[in-house]
């Protein structure tokens, strides 16, 4: 579409001007009104300069999930109230105070009025509404419950942001004490070790094992560290670039779950978002097809997307959703009962909930006792740690003490 250049009048009277893209000038003009601005002057224009957006990415704030909570409880109250769509938005884009939101609404409200719907519109913003929230929206629009697709979105929207957190949280103390270990060995190595390396050197007697190779090895970090880090630097990036494949992500999603202690929060995080999926899905009218589809992109792991996947392929086959479950191999004894209970009765999105609900008060205990888990080995990480420089460094000079002990 082309873009139009504005100049307009708000409703304090102050000067405002920009740049929007639409089919034509009455467009624009209807734009600008519903959005409290008079417009006084509308001229073709052309998009915004490179470097200006550029400028915008780097210092526009970040849509966060929290901003997504708050549009979808206020579309509920506002579709529920009966207000309109367009003017459902319009509130949305007057009252949201992230800057980098209002300018999606706007788009979005600018895409309705040309025509699109809802889901539509959505997708023309893929980094900010994922693949799942659009087929919830277009769910809505099909079936009519447009309000309590919102409503449910919310919730899902809640327990994301707490599965989120609650990684972040398991995987934040681990993090710290390894990059801790990897900074006091690299001090040791580069600062501590070639000191006493000079002490060593006068003593003019054969040194134990332990002092060196610990002295080949600190001489070994103060020669190469340039290459050392340029090849840490060229590790981080082929990692990236590596993972940012589809065989590489599934590689290291599933080398993630294979994690000792981490490893199982992270399985049951995934495995807490595929229930709540399935059952939101589910209650929302979708087919079971299509649902499994769905949960397989909202899981977070891409190995675990893949035996949901082969899920579906099974239940195209006329397979039960527990032969299923059972040859995917991902779901306990426990949750696979309540899969076969919640087959037979017809209430499977309720026992998924349960399930998902399950699974997140394990991840709440996995975390609390991730500590008490975690120490010990750090524990002995350390222990190791302190011996060895211990015996390299104070080896020689307890020898020397012992030495000069005799020679009086």
């Known amino acids: 579409m082309p873009f139009f250049s504005y100049k307009g009048r708000n409703n304090n009277g102050e000067l405002v001007k920009g740049v929007l893209e639409s089919q034509d000038r009455g467009a624009v003009a209807k734009q600008l009104f519903s959005i409290g601005i008079t417009p006084v002057e509308i001229v073709p224009g052309s998009a915004p300069a490179a470097e200006n957006s550029l400028s915008i990415n780097l210092f526009q704030e970040r849509i966060e999930l929290v901003d997504l909570m708050m549009f979808c409880r206020q579309m509920y109250t506002l579709l529920k109230a009966g207000i309109p769509i367009m003017s459902a938005l319009n509130v949305q884009q007057a009252s949201t ?53 919102f409503l449910r979105l919310v919730d899902y929207l809640e327990f994301e942001k707490f599965m989120r957190e609650q990684i972040k949280s398991a995987l934040r103390y681990p993090t710290f004490v390894m990059i801790a270990m990897i900074v006091a060995i690299i001090v040791m190595s580069v600062f ?71 490893g199982v929060i992270i399985h049951k995080a995934s495995m807490a978002r ?42 195209e086959r006329g397979e039960t959703i527990l032969r299923t479950a059972t040859n995917a191999g991902i779901f306990n004894p426990l949750v696979l009962q309540m899969i076969a209970v919640g087959e037979e009765s017809g209430a499977l999105d309720d026992l998924m909930e349960e399930i998902a609900d399950m699974y997140q008060r394990d ?40 030495a000069a002990m005799h020679k009086t």
């Open 97 to 149: 105070r992230n800057k980098a939101f209002v300018k999606v609404i706007a788009e979005i409200r600018a895409s309705l009025d040309s025509g699109h719907e809802l889901s539509a519109a959505l997708n023309q913003h893929p980094k900010v509404f994922n693949s799942f929230y659009i087929s919830m929206i277009r769910v809505g629009e099909t079936t009519g419950m447009l309000d309590k697709v």
């Open 192 to 262: 501590v070790i070639p000191v006493f390396a000079k002490v060593f050197a006068n003593l003019g007697s054969e040194l134990p094992l332990m002092t060196r190779i610990l002295l080949d090895f600190s001489n070994f970090m103060v020669a190469s560290w340039s290459y050392l880090l340029i090849g840490a630097v060229g590790i981080a990036v082929f990692f990236r670039s590596h993972i940012a494949t589809g065989k590489g992500k599934y590689q290291w999603d599933s080398f993630k779950l294979k994690i000792p202690i981490a």
């Open 274 to 315: 595929f229930a709540r999926s399935f059952a939101l899905s589910s209650k929302s009218g979708v087919p079971i097809m299509s649902t499994l589809s769905l949960v397989a992109q909202t899981v977070d792991n891409d190995f675990i997307a893949d035996k949901v996947e082969q899920m579906r392929f099974g239940v």
């Open 363 to 402: 991840v709440e205990y996995e975390i609390k006792t991730l500590g008490s888990k975690v120490e010990p080995i750090m524990i002995v990480f350390l222990g190791v740690l302190v011996l060895i420089l211990a015996l390299g460094i104070f080896l020689p000079i307890w020898d020397l003490g012992q």
